[in-house]
């Protein structure tokens, strides 16, 4: 089915306006175009940024263009008042911008939270928009702080007086069900995740979807295999024998917010630990992709026994949900995968109930090409690393660090291939690259390349805007400062900055010289040579010639400001678990004699 929206775009004229301009919108103007004929409901949004427009979308029953045509003669004969007190922006005073903006209605693109076992609205909404296109996509419900706080309330209840912390056969059921839905609705989930997140189909099939739903398998099938308890075995002390033991526990009540990029990979991260460790959990989904998280929800309330208030799921455009969340007493523990800045501010927040906090922050890792490698592979692997996902991933390598006397030979070989890379359509498989996920992402990128531009740095290829939707070219930086903020701030788009470096030494200082430590890699002919380097850069991960890190059972995880803890593997499980250490005195040693 195919749902129609007018979409329109309006200013009050100036600041002093704003008050008188909102309330005429929504007294007025508003209940004045549902009224006409065609149209069935209405939203309005405030601003994205500050100066922006005002968007209103007008859902459309029936044939589109004739409900324009009712708008239109309704303003004509007055029935629809364009503005009787305002004066707007741009003239006339109200400006029809799209219409036939079109969303596909997905199964799975679900408007409901869930919280406390229940599907449920809120009484406004915040719209999700298709990144390739600017099309609206949906709403989603805009959490109030209560709901939070109620979010909360079911969690501590859940973990208190279930038994879901102490029923580890349960929680293998259910997340054996939880997978199992995923799979027999991948199909519509991977539909949604193309849509919303702008991700290439190609990519839907690994890390974007189906790994990710096969990490719920995997700590379904850890609760089979592992042990969670430690034996320390038995030691004399005083006269008595002492046996010890550590066993793990369920850390509690966990709060749990996600980014954009890789909505299910990010979310199953930490639903699936969390539940195998027995938490109650509330989770945030991000912004700009809430539809596919909520999808998430949806599957867990309809299809699994997990019991009421164990999973609670939200989505909210304001950052006072998380701050609820982050700062509420009866949370044990917060999982925050995002920007560095925020991961910050959330660590000050929970240090105030000394809440224990695991953050999976940004990056700006380093390809390290000693002189010896195939500057053939290296150039593949660097374009098509950078490349991914456009780049919206904390962990790509970024920075491509290059023997100076190598450098032009190098950045001409990367070029070749970042100019093949096949941008477009996200649904089509053969595309490589789609969008990056908004105007203000696709703002910021650009202004950190022109600034590296106006900095010395040459620009090889790329650094193009690409319309419609929120496109940017592949773009390659050349001779760039590794002191310059191209080569020191995460762009979080298709950027890749070559510096170049003197020796091995260099090398190494080179890539350790960032407040992040997440990822990195080298290219060499010689194993040895290429660990010693890798052994020399702080990160969390690192690849070696290509090779892969990220899988079920491999923690992920970075040192110095990309992060705090690991996620997946069995780190991953520990994270939302507590350790408790027993030492009891065996028998026949009670009375204080020795066996």
Not at 147 to 152: F, G, L
Not at 213 to 238: C, N, P, T, W
Not at 318 to 339: I, K, N, Q, R
Request: proline letters at 6%; charged letters at 25%.
């Amino acid at each position: 089915m195919t749902k129609y929206v007018l979409h329109v775009e309006s200013r009050p004229a100036s600041e002093e306006a704003v008050d008188a301009f909102n309330r005429w919108y929504d007294e007025v103007h508003l209940p004045e175009m549902v009224a006409l004929d065609g149209f069935a409901s209405a939203v309005r949004y405030a601003p994205r940024e500050p100066g922006g427009p005002y968007i209103a979308h007008y859902e459309i029953e029936g044939d589109p263009q004739q409900a324009v045509k009712n708008v239109t003669a309704a303003a004509a004969d007055g029935r629809l008042r364009m503005s009787d007190v305002i004066s707007m922006e741009p003239a006339p005073r109200m400006q029809i911008l799209k219409l036939t903006t079109e969303y596909p209605t997905h199964p799975l693109a679900s408007r409901h939270q869930l919280i406390d076992g229940q599907l449920v609205g809120s009484d406004t909404t915040f719209a999700s928009y298709n990144p390739a296109t600017g099309d609206l996509l949906g709403h989603a419900p805009e959490a109030t702080e209560e709901q939070a706080r109620q979010a909360v309330a079911a969690a501590r209840r859940a973990f208190d007086t279930t038994d879901w912390a102490t029923d580890p056969e349960l929680r293998r059921r259910c997340l054996n069900q939880l997978h199992d839905a995923l799979v027999e609705h991948r199909e519509e989930l991977r539909e949604l995740t193309i849509a919303e997140a702008g991700s290439p189909r190609m990519l839907t099939y690994a890390a974007q979807l189906d790994e990710p739903i096969e990490l719920v398998r995997y700590y379904a099938d850890l609760l089979k295999d592992h042990s969670f308890v430690d034996d320390m075995g038995v030691v004399e002390y005083q006269g008595q024998r002492h046996h010890r033991w550590v066993e793990w526990e369920a850390g509690g009540v966990a709060a749990a917010i996600i980014p954009y990029n890789y909505p299910n990979q990010l979310a199953l991260a930490k639903l699936a630990p969390a539940l195998a460790a027995g938490c109650a959990i509330v989770l945030k989904g991000a912004p700009d992709t809430p539809l596919v998280t909520l999808a998430l929800g949806e599957l867990i309330a309809e299809h699994t026994d997990i019991p009421a208030g164990v999973v609670n799921i939200l989505s909210s455009s304001a950052a006072s949900v998380g701050e609820v969340l982050t700062t509420h007493p009866d949370v044990d523990l917060v999982s925050f995968t995002g920007a560095s800045p925020t991961g910050r501010r959330i660590m000050a927040a929970a240090s105030d109930t000394v809440k224990r906090v695991f953050l999976e922050l940004g990056g700006k890792s380093a390809l390290v090409v000693l002189d010896d490698a195939d500057f053939k592979n290296a150039a593949t692997y660097a374009a098509y690393m950078i490349c991914l996902h456009s780049g919206q991933a904390c962990a790509i390598t970024s920075r491509m660090l290059v023997p100076r006397r190598h450098h032009d030979a190098i950045v001409e070989q990367v070029a070749r291939r970042m100019e093949r890379v096949r941008v477009g359509d996200p649904n089509d498989p053969k595309t490589y690259m789609g969008p990056l996920i908004s105007e203000r992402q696709r703002d910021k990128v650009d202004g950190m390349v022109q600034r590296a531009v106006a900095a010395g740095a040459t620009l090889v290829t790329g650094g193009q805007r690409i319309d419609p939707g929120y496109f940017y070219a592949p773009t390659l930086l050349a001779n760039v400062d590794p002191g310059s903020e191209i080569a020191q701030e995460e762009v979080f788009g298709p950027v890749l900055a070559v510096i170049p470096y003197d020796d091995d030494d260099d090398a190494v200082r080179i890539a350790n010289n960032s407040v992040y430590g997440l990822s990195g890699a080298v290219q060499s002919a010689d194993r040895e040579r290429a660990l010693a380097v890798a052994r020399r850069i702080r990160t969390g991960t690192f690849s070696i010639n290509g090779g892969n890190y990220f899988f079920s059972d491999t923690p992920f995880g970075g040192y110095k400001q990309s992060g705090i803890g690991r996620e997946k593997g069995v780190a991953g499980l520990e994270e939302f678990m507590e350790r408790k250490t027993f030492g009891e005195v065996e028998a026949g040693d009670a009375d204080g004699g020795a066996r």
